[in-house]
């Protein structure tokens, strides 16, 4: 069998903007989301949550809470195991406090009852004695030695002696001569930033149904990223073998790094084992500010060399980032997106990850390149500022490209940066003019991407239609993405696709749908399983024909003659191939599975215009343009959903959300009137220019999308918020109280 | 062949940024940098990538080190 393999592959399909497999059940509410799941005599789980940032549970008592009508289960950390591994530990922990509560809103205990009513009333009847600690929520303030500690033992080796022991690891990167090259700067700047704490925001809240047998078998039904995952974290906290668990993933209301790991399935599922009837939780709104995972708290110096010319000279940060009460390594994806897109000689970032208490904080788009490259991106602003130099020209002249040593360790390959600035440049919009108060930022933006573990089968059914089952939730619309890729394959219409996710029975295991992964990991699994069968209908058809495999070959969905040569027969379509299928072998089925590796990174660089209100310190962001290299774009629609979504959480994040902490450490906006999310009327129409550098690594050149949008908006918001009102702006959110103090410190 | 570290690791490898290894593949570096520097092992265990040629693979024992292959070990990356 030959596979046609074209240099120049002329697409058909991959490129096309085909509607969207789960557009109408959306829109008309017919899709199935966490909460929309029922059981036969379910019961209601709710749970008891701490109202001190920090304090020692003395004392539970849930007699009275049993006693009450209607209560079938109630739970405290006693009714879990002691997980010996730490991150498993700390997750379980998360879901329900031992011992100590380590933030507001920390799970204490669960109620499962036959109403919502009466769980609630339940919940008032068990008696928590606490024992208030001190507690800490500024990342700056936890590192000090004398913070109070809230978690003691979790120091990794990698820690300097003089910290607190809330400053659990620290990370460095970088190369080159750091002195000689501030030499050589003819100026230097250093400033300091912070940003805040802000949550992914996703519409739907976590919702799940749990339903354990007397037998110890499971399902549960979940609105989640990844839902091997969640089996796997689930069977262990639970001590279940993994088998015995079936989890089934529901659409998702969004999920942006948000629902990659688990807050409530393990509680239902204890609920569950003990009540002996499914348990069903959904958490309201206020639960998920308090209790689930938004991005870290940062705190960064950076300091930047730049000659008259604008050559960077040397370059560093340090960085210092809080995840919460639980240890996480999102630091050190900060301290090497840091200086990712530039090409320098002298280099280095330092980066601690420190303990307060909040709640564990879960990955967000990009986690930690944000926080980093904003506070890198505003000095390379100020210095284009000082010196009058043009600062998009700066990013030309500094831009790391293919043989550039990257700031954190590798080579580059082939990247696209180089491309996306020069897009920016001969756009209209860089050099379309600006009125009174209204300024124009910019920023270059970086990440990685990831493959991973993968499983695909693509079934051909009896009528020549095509079935793809795959294990990724779709989140941004990968069931028509991971269709189009088997379609052109195939040599198909994509109508005759469908892909569904199965559930964590169907197919073997898959990883998260994360790190921008799943168009590039599931679309190329998708391909070899394509191609499996395709030389499993050449194959059969050869022997139809009674010559070799090697004497046909599959163009447009059919199996054909390799050349006249080898004789002349009607070419077979994928129609009559799969309804002779039973005759010739049984049904026909490609599979593939892989740990897909070779992701290739992804730069984008992001315009921004804002009108600042002088009297008010309102910003309105008049209009805004995103470049990104998306490699081989598979459905352009998505592709710039992705780009445009990631840009407007972004300037959510820039302007104004926030976790607002108390001073008696308490959450004081949970909820989306106080912690306020950009709306429609809020936001310019985002205008997106993809641009398709192929990756090499990827069988039609695609790259991950999904993440590197969030990362360039904070310093393209406050690059272009300080150009407008003549101030460096150093934090994050620059909410209109924000604006107004730095206006008022700065005399303007 | 050399491996490169980053930076926060030099104080369990002698100051070191750039280590020698004989290896073939991922899990041969792994092992190689354990077992000559013990410090290196608990970031190990707790996971770490591999950059070679410029392409990070985060668990593949398996991905092919030639001899002048750029190696660069890089912390466990996640996403969102």
């Known amino acids: ?748 | 062949m050399k491996v490169k570290i980053w930076g926060s690791l030099r104080r369990f490898t002698d100051g070191r940024g750039e280590l020698e290894v004989e290896a073939k593949n991922f899990k041969q570096v792994l092992d190689g940098l354990a077992e000559q520097y013990p410090g290196l092992k608990p970031q190990i265990e707790r996971g770490v990538s591999l950059a070679l040629d410029g392409r990070i693979y985060r668990e593949s024992w398996f991905a092919e080190v030639r001899p002048d292959s750029e190696v660069v070990l890089m912390p466990y990356m996640t996403g969102g």
Not at chain 1, 207 to 229: F, I, P, R
Not at chain 1, 376 to 393: N, R, W
Not at chain 1, 574 to 594: D, L, N, R, W, Y
Not at chain 1, 646 to 655: F, K, R
């Open chain 1, 1 to 748: 069998m030959n596979m046609r393999v074209k240099g120049e592959r002329a697409f058909k399909v991959v490129g096309t903007r085909p509607p969207r497999p789960d557009g109408v059940d959306k829109v008309i509410g017919r899709a199935l989301y966490g909460a929309d799941v029922s059981a036969p005599g379910m019961l209601t789980g709710h749970i008891l949550r701490s109202p001190h940032a920090h304090a020692e549970i003395v004392s539970i008592d849930t007699s009275a809470a049993e006693a009450l009508p209607g209560v079938k289960a109630v739970i405290t950390s006693g009714d879990f195991g002691v997980p010996e591994d730490s991150a498993l530990r700390d997750v379980q922990d998360h879901c329900m406090a031992r011992g100590k509560v380590l933030y507001d809103g920390h799970a204490v205990a669960a109620v499962a009852a036959t109403s919502p009513a009466v769980a609630k009333a339940a919940l008032k009847l068990i008696k928590v004695e606490y024992r208030k600690l001190p507690h800490v929520t500024d990342v700056d303030e936890a590192m000090k030695p004398d913070a109070p500690v809230v978690q003691s033992g979790l120091v990794h080796e990698t820690v300097a002696p003089g910290f607190s022991e809330n400053v659990t690891s620290y990370c460095e990167f970088g190369h080159g001569d750091l002195e000689a090259g501030f030499a050589k700067a003819d100026r230097i700047i250093e400033r300091s930033f912070t940003t805040a704490a802000t949550h992914q925001g996703y519409i739907e809240p976590h919702a799940c149904l749990a339903s354990m047998n007397a037998d110890g078998k499971a399902d549960l039904w979940c609105c989640t990223q990844g839902h091997y995952h969640v089996r796997a974290v689930c069977s262990a906290i639970l001590g279940m073998e993994a088998s015995q668990l079936k989890v089934t993933a529901s659409e998702i209301g969004g999920g942006f790094g948000g629902k990659t790991t688990v807050f409530i399935e393990p509680v239902a599922l204890a609920l569950s084992r003990k009540s002996g009837r499914p348990v069903k939780m959904v958490m309201s709104r206020d639960e998920v500010f308090r209790a689930t995972g938004p991005t870290v708290a940062t705190s960064t110096d950076v300091k930047i060399g730049m000659t008259k010319d604008g050559r960077i000279t040397a370059a560093e940060a340090r960085l210092r980032y809080s995840g919460g009460a639980f240890p996480c390594g999102t630091v050190e994806m900060g301290a090497q997106a840091a200086f990712a897109p530039y090409d320098l000689d002298a280099v280095r970032t330092y980066g601690w990850n420190v303990l307060t208490n909040r709640p564990k904080e879960a990955s967000y788009r990009a986690p930690g390149a944000p926080q980093a490259i904003y506070a890198v991106e505003s000095v390379v602003d100020e210095l284009c500022l000082e010196l009058g130099l043009d600062p998009l020209d700066v990013r030309v002249k500094n831009a790391a490209q293919k043989g550039t040593l990257s700031s954190y360790g590798p080579t580059f390959d082939d990247i696209g940066l180089m491309a996306t600035l020069e897009a920016a440049k001969a756009h209209p919009h860089w050099s379309a003019p600006l009125g009174p108060n209204q300024g124009r930022g910019f920023s270059a933006g970086f990440w990685f991407n990831f493959g991973g573990n993968t499983c695909v089968t693509l079934n051909i059914n009896t009528d020549g239609t095509v079935s793809v089952t795959e294990g990724n939730p779709d989140i941004g619309g990968s069931r028509a993405s991971i269709s189009q890729m088997a379609a052109e394959e195939l040599g198909v219409p994509y109508e005759k696709v469908r892909t569904v996710i199965g559930d964590t029975t169907s197919i073997g295991h898959s990883d998260i749908t994360d790190g921008s992964r799943v168009t590039f990991a599931v679309g190329l699994a998708t391909i070899k399983a394509a191609r499996d069968a395709i030389q499993k209908m050449c194959s059969r058809v050869a022997q139809i024909w009674g010559i070799d495999e090697e004497a046909v070959v599959w163009e447009d969905g059919y199996v054909k003659p390799a050349s006249p040569n080898a004789g002349d027969f009607k070419p077979m379509s994928i129609e009559e191939i799969a309804a002779i299928s039973f005759q010739t072998g049984g049904p026909i089925a490609g599979h593939h599975e892989v740990n897909a590796e070779g992701a290739g990174v992804s730069f984008g660089v992001h315009i921004a215009d804002v009108e600042v209100d002088p009297e008010t310190g309102a910003t309105k962001v008049l209009r805004y343009t995103v470049f990104q290299d998306a490699g081989k774009a598979v459905h352009p629609d998505y592709v710039e959903g992705q780009m445009q979504g990631g840009a407007a959480q972004g300037i959510g994040w820039a302007l104004n959300e926030e976790y607002i902490y108390g001073e008696d450490g308490r959450l004081q906006n949970p909820g989306f009137l106080d912690y306020r999310v950009p709306v429609a009327s809020d936001l310019p129409r985002i205008e997106p220019v993809i641009l398709e550098i192929p990756n090499p690594g990827h069988p039609y050149g695609v790259r991950g999308v999904g993440e590197t949008s969030i990362v360039p908006p904070l310093a393209a918001l406050s690059n272009a918020v300080s150009r407008a009102l003549g101030v460096r702006m150093t934090r994050l959110p620059m909410s209109p109280p924000t604006i107004l103090k730095a206006v008022s410190a700065a005399g303007v």
